[in-house]
Nanobody, 126 residues
């Protein structure tokens, strides 16, 4: 059974930084692409960032572009999300996902990912 385990969430003041990690263990399922999504209370799960298998191509939601950076270490089966200049609206549960999007546009859709972590809470205070 594959597991994706997120870590690094917490409480931070606006303008601060956090680094999320997602480690994959067990059977690696469709990990051509790795991504981060987030879900605030009462809202849908939204795309944040994604990275292809080699790490050479990345995608970002407009709301985080220039502030967040996604990266991966395939030797460690780990993907990271460096979050800088955090805002209160970044508050959410952040989920790591692994999958195999067919086209570039598909990297932004939850349906493209078949493995999900349990989520880690990020809270940004104003």
């Amino acid at each position: 059974q594959v597991q994706l385990v997120e870590s690094g969430g917490g409480l931070v003041q606006a303008g601060g930084s956090l680094r999320l990690s997602c480690a994959a263990s067990g059977r690696i399922c469709s990990s051509d692409a790795m991504a981060w999504f987030r879900q605030a209370p009462g809202k849908e799960r939204d795309f944040v960032a994604a990275i292809n298998r080699s790490g050479g191509v990345t995608y970002y939601a407009d709301s985080v572009k220039g502030r967040f950076t996604i990266s991966r270490d395939n030797a460690k089966n780990t993907v990271y999300l460096q979050m800088n200049s955090l805002k209160p609206e970044d508050t959410a549960v952040y989920y790591c996902a692994a999958g195999r999007p067919v086209f570039s546009i598909n990297y932004r859709y939850t349906a493209s990912y078949d493995c999900w972590g349990q989520g880690t809470q990020v809270t940004v205070s104003s």
